[in-house]
T-cell receptor, first 115, second 116 residues
Framework: DTGVSQNPRHKITKRGQNVTFRCDPISEHNRLYWYRQTLGQGPEFLTYFQNEAQLEKSRLLSDRFSAERPKGSFSTLEIQRTEQGDSAMYLC?????????????FGQGTRLTVV | AQTVTQSQPEMSVQEAETVTLSCTYDTSESDYYLFWYKQPPSRQMILVIRQEAYKQQNATENRFSVNFQKAAKSFSLKISDSQLGDAAMYFCAYVLSNFGNEKLTFGTGTRLTIIP
């Protein structure tokens, strides 16, 4: 296992289009997180899964955003009707079970540009 | 709500010298973790060092060490013998030590430049 994998690495889309990103966590990790990072800022928490259950969602995650982790393995993040303000780096991270605040391993991110 | 503040947007250091990056945080909780993450250009974020709030001893990882001042809510990172590979964005982060509350709160980052 080579770590957390995110696809695509880059996505350019027109305003109003829908986009979907995929995250493959480290195989034995049951916790998966999505963050958004805009230029000059630190990552901001979007949502968190434990296995297939989505346990927490940030207020940043508007109704246009939906995340799934159907079998407790990979996760998808969909943005509907994209807006220019959605342009950002979307980061995925995973961590192992049964440990408090264990190390979160991050993927390289998907950079979204909405034109 | 918890907040993390990094007041140094950019820092630079001569190769082989020592540099300290600052971080302060605000929380009403007593049990939490603090982290320093490194984000090299176009590469994924990696954990540099972790500190558990209930441990008084400062964490160290090879050339990296922290100065954790719980009462002052300060968590600085010291990098000794700086190397060119240390050039990156460094983020300070906080997380509560509760199962079911795993979200990291990050600062805005410090861009570290290493001068050869």
């Amino acid at each position: 296992d080579t770590g957390v994998s995110q696809n695509p690495r880059h996505k350019i889309t027109k305003r109003g289009q829908n986009v979907t990103f995929r995250c493959d966590p480290i195989s034995e990790h049951n916790r998966l997180y999505w963050y958004r990072q805009t230029l000059g800022q630190g990552p901001e928490f979007l949502t968190y899964f434990q296995n297939e259950a989505q346990l927490e969602k940030s207020r940043l995650l508007s109704d246009r955003f939906s995340a799934e982790r159907p079998k407790g393995s990979f996760s998808t993040l969909e943005i509907q009707r994209t807006e220019q303000g959605d342009s950002a780096m979307y980061l995925c991270a995973s961590s192992a079970r049964d440990s408090k605040a264990s190390e979160a391993f991050f993927g390289q991110g998907t950079r979204l540009t909405v034109v | 709500a918890q907040t993390v503040t990094q007041s140094q947007p950019e820092m630079s250091v001569q190769e082989a010298e020592t540099v300290t990056l600052s971080c302060t945080y605000d929380t009403s909780e007593s049990d939490y973790y603090l982290f320093w993450y490194k984000q090299p250009p176009s590469r994924q974020m990696i954990l540099v060092i972790r500190q558990e709030a209930y441990k008084q001893q400062n964490a160290t990882e090879n050339r990296f060490s922290v100065n954790f001042q719980k009462a002052a809510k300060s968590f600085s990172l010291k990098i000794s013998d700086s190397q060119l590979g240390d050039a990156a964005m460094y983020f300070c982060a906080y997380v509560l030590s509760n199962f079911g509350n795993e979200k990291l709160t990050f600062g805005t980052g410090t861009r570290l430049t290493i001068i050869p």
